[in-house]
């Protein structure tokens, strides 16, 4: 029997959760995204919340 290669997809997430004050839930988004996208607020290890890993295919081992 030989061996086969497999496609794993490995999918993390992280999440944190950060205090807003804002006049509003939207604003508040604005806000955060703003903060997130200037890379003032940053998701690292320590924000880890799950790991999933899933199978995504075979590799044809006729096209190495």
Not at 11 to 17: I, V
């Amino acid at each position: 029997i030989m061996a086969k290669k497999y496609i794993i997809e490995i999918e993390e997430t992280l999440s944190k959760r950060i205090y807003i004050t804002a006049d509003s839930e939207e604003d508040a988004l604005k806000i955060i995204r703003r903060q997130y996208y200037n890379t003032n607020v940053v998701l690292d290890e320590n924000d880890f919340n799950h790991v999933e890993f899933k199978v995504i295919g075979e590799k044809d081992s006729k096209s190495e």
